[in-house]
């Protein structure tokens, strides 16, 4: 199968996300920490590694001739022009922890495009697909983000890297933005937290230090949920920071955060 059509790639991605979210919900009992990355709490476990295998498995025999770039296994090269951005398990250390927020995410990307994505939720039984310009659906329902509330009103959704001079940092911005709204939530998964946004659970979600494939899939699923996605100074979402709310919330967060460094590491 060579074709670039948006709902083919959906299709292949929400198999294959749905049969890899339910290995490793089977997976979560007992699991164990197989190694660390980035810092001692930045874990991976056996499921991360045996569930991209499995994706990067089902995608490859459907389609051999794409590319692949996954947290675990990293990039693999391809001719076709469609690279898919996989995160077996998205919120690992919920995942460790035997909590339900944690997500599979397959995005497809087509000449450089997101032009589909899967996040699952298998803890809670909620499959969230989108394919752009095609709207976004959860278990096939369409959602859409909460209408816009004035920032002072906004429950926020947000995260913190795994160093601890980032976590300063990000403290720091904290210290400001935690006055100035309704509330602040932390997930622990990109994903979960931009679907959560995309169906109305939060207004707003920002975080730094993220990487693609936490967020590609569930990015398009919070776009074609009506909410805009982006970095500052209309840079795409990045790993320096990515906002996203319903435009006129999303303004006023963006230029509350603009001026703290929310970029940065300190
Ligand atoms: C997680 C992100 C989350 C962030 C966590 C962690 P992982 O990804 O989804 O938003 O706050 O620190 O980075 O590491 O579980 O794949």
């Known amino acids: ?123 809670r039984g909620e499959v969230y697909t989108a394919t752009r310009g095609g709207g976004a659906f959860c278990n096939g329902e369409p959602i859409h983000v909460a209408p816009a509330v004035p920032l002072e009103m906004a429950l926020v959704d947000t995260g913190f890297g795994y160093s601890s001079a980032r976590r300063a940092q990000q403290a720091e911005v904290l210290r400001t933005v935690l006055p100035r709204v309704r509330d602040i939530r932390r997930g622990g998964s990109a994903c979960v937290d931009l679907c959560g946004l995309a169906r109305g659970r939060a207004n707003a979600y920002y975080e730094r230090g993220l990487n693609p494939w936490d967020w590609s899939a569930a990015a398009l699923i919070a776009e074609e949920a009506g909410a805009r996605v982006g970095g500052l100074h209309g840079a795409p979402p990045n790993s320096e920071l990515i906002i996203a709310a319903a435009p006129g919330l999303f303004e006023e967060l963006h230029d509350l955060l603009a001026p703290l460094g929310a970029d940065t590491d300190g």
């Open 1 to 123: 199968m060579s074709t670039h059509d948006p709902a083919a790639l959906l299709a292949l991605a929400a198999e294959t996300g749905q049969e890899a979210g339910r290995v490793a919900a089977e997976g979560q009992a007992g699991i164990a920490v197989l190694d660390t990355k980035s810092t001692p709490t930045d874990v991976v476990t056996e499921m991360d590694r045996s569930v991209e295998e499995l994706i990067r498995k089902r995608l490859l025999t459907a389609r051999p001739d794409d590319s692949v770039l996954g947290e675990e296994g990293g990039r693999q090269a391809g001719s076709s022009g469609v690279r898919w951005i996989v995160d077996p398990i998205d919120g690992t250390v919920n995942y460790l922890y035997g909590r339900p927020d944690w997500a599979v995410s397959i995005a497809a990307e087509s000449g450089g495009e997101v032009v589909a994505g899967v996040v699952c939720v298998p803890v």
